[in-house]
């Protein structure tokens, strides 16, 4: 019905810098609210950035000033922009939205995963 492909992620030294990109296909009439979650081994899952429909954006105090997270509503993307990378970082990056189908139910939608490794 909807599916969410991410791509972008990979390994970089500390410092570097990453973009990923997360694109949804399906049955969309309308994308609402996107974001990025990460998962590092043996944590939970936590929010890293959100962006509204209407572009307000929010970050995780931990990439605040590092991060930037963007969308393109015409090619229904969303981007996470990495600078400063830091080991820390490092984890498997989810990308979500929340969408109204052109069945005009509101669902919530996961991608499947990409991974960023920062080495020190």
């Known amino acids: 019905q909807v599916q969410l492909v991410e791509s972008g992620g990979g390994l970089v030294q500390a410092g570097g810098s990453l973009r990923l990109s997360c694109a949804a296909s399906g049955s969309i009439f309308r994308i609402n609210a996107m974001a990025w979650y990460r998962q590092a081994p043996g944590k939970e899952r936590v929010l890293v950035a959100a962006i509204t429909s209407g572009d307000s954006t929010n970050y995780a105090d931990s990439v605040k000033g590092r991060f930037t997270i963007s969308r393109d509503n015409a090619k229904n993307t969303v981007y996470l922009q990495m600078n400063g990378l830091k080991p820390e970082d490092t984890a498997v990056y989810y990308c979500?939205?929340?969408?109204?189908?052109?069945?005009?139910?509101?669902?919530?939608?996961w991608g499947q995963g990409t991974q960023v490794t920062v080495s020190s």
């Open positions: 979500h939205a929340q969408i109204t189908t052109t069945y005009l139910s509101v669902n919530s939608y």
